[in-house]
């Protein structure tokens, strides 16, 4: 079985101030971590995906996200908000193998205020 | 990576009634996925479309309220069948690409979905 607890359904910042959203995942198997966004009125966007290469993963628009076996957690951050990364952002878990299937989060609605 | 659209992007229903979203990959593709996405919440898995094969169906999903069809490895629907308000959600279509360590599941821009 596996699951992801998004800790905070929303989160604020201010512009240019640092980006944290936490994810802590429960997996069998090695997992497979994934982060979504989505912006309003759109569909899910890939940010950046784990897949056992290396811990500190860099995805698109700054974002990066270090995997951390010893605490189960895959946690975004960005160094500087920009007003454009108001979004909902999904932390998403596969189980290696032949297990396709995508367990989310509840998901995290960042508000960048200015 | 993999395209993929959706028809119609919104719609509006009447209770009672049935409406089909259709999905297109600009590639072929063995896995597609539909997904439900309830106001103010999460993603919720509703089947697996394989080309060739019956959909499998998560549970607290019915093939009887959501059936899905899959001609092809580019194409699926899903039909939303005697609809009622509680149906009232954005519907997702996505694809695994790649595979292995590199599988990656793409969405597409959804079907937002009132109904009345």
């Known amino acids: 079985a596996q699951s992801v607890t998004q800790l905070g359904s929303h989160v604020s910042v201010s512009e240019g101030a640092l980006v944290l959203l936490r994810c802590n995942y429960s997996s069998s198997v090695p997992p497979y971590l994934f982060w979504y966004v989505q912006y309003p009125n759109q569909g899910l966007q890939l940010l950046l995906k784990y897949t056992s290469a290396a811990t500190l993963v860099k995805g698109i628009n700054g974002f990066e996200a270090e995997f951390k076996k010893s605490e189960t957690s895959f946690h975004l951050t960005k160094p500087s908000a920009h007003m454009s990364d108001a979004a909902e952002y999904f932390c998403?878990?596969?189980?290696?193998?032949?297990?396709?299937?995508?367990?989310f989060g509840k998901g995290t609605l960042l508000t960048v205020n200015p | 990576s993999a395209v993929i659209s959706q028809k119609p992007s919104r719609d509006i229903c009447q209770r009672g009634t049935s409406l089909t979203i259709q999905c297109q990959v600009d590639?072929?593709?063995?896995?597609m996925f539909w997904y439900r996405q309830q106001p103010g919440q999460s993603l919720t898995l509703i089947a697996t479309?394989?080309?060739?094969?019956?959909?499998?169906?998560e549970s607290g999903f019915v093939i009887d309220k959501f059936p899905i069809s899959r001609p092809n490895l580019t194409f699926s629907t899903l039909t939303v069948s005697n609809m009622s308000p509680e149906d009232s959600s954005i519907y997702l279509c996505?694809?695994?690409?790649?595979?292995?360590?590199?599988?990656?599941?793409?969405f597409g821009p959804g079907t937002r979905l009132l109904v009345l």
């Open positions: 996505s694809v695994d690409v790649g595979g292995g360590a590199s599988e990656t599941q793409y």
């Open positions: 479309a394989n080309q060739g094969s019956e959909a499998t169906y």
């Open positions: 998403a878990v596969r189980g290696g193998g032949s297990n396709y299937k995508l367990t």
């Open positions: 590639s072929q593709v063995t896995m």
